[in-house]
């Protein structure tokens, strides 16, 4: 049984960077499609981004596309979410998720319910 679990999040200033890590552990997700879901504060849990099984596709939510990178290393079973230009709405839990391969191909890729394998979430608390 694949689990997840993330890592690197923390309090940092509006205009700050923080870097996400997800580290797979109990099997390979190296032929899974990943992504990164957030949920802030009173809010429902939302997409903000998924990188294929081969990093050959990546899509980004609008409130994050040109702020945040996503990539992954196989070899390490770790997938990464680099954020950059921090700002307070951006304060949520983060949890990373693995799906089947190609998932990212539809639009089901933005549904909670496409993905198999959920992290515990880590926090991230971007102050004004």
């Known amino acids: 049984q694949v689990q997840l679990a993330e890592s690197g999040g923390g309090l940092v200033q509006a205009g700050g960077s923080l870097r996400l890590s997800c580290e797979a552990s109990?099997?390979?997700?190296?032929?899974?499609?990943m992504g990164w879901f957030r949920q802030a504060p009173g809010k429902e849990r939302e997409f903000v981004v998924v990188i294929s099984w081969d990093s050959g596709v990546r899509r980004y939510a609008d409130s994050v596309k040109g702020r945040i990178t996503i990539s992954r290393d196989n070899a390490k079973n770790t997938m990464y979410l680099e954020m950059n230009s921090l700002k307070p709405e951006d304060t949520a839990v983060y949890y990373c998720a693995a799906g089947r391969k190609a998932l990212s191909y539809s639009r089901t890729y933005l549904l909670q319910s496409t993905y198999d394998y959920w992290g515990q979430g880590t926090q991230v608390t971007v102050s004004s």
């Open positions: 109990g099997g390979t997700v190296s032929s899974n499609d």
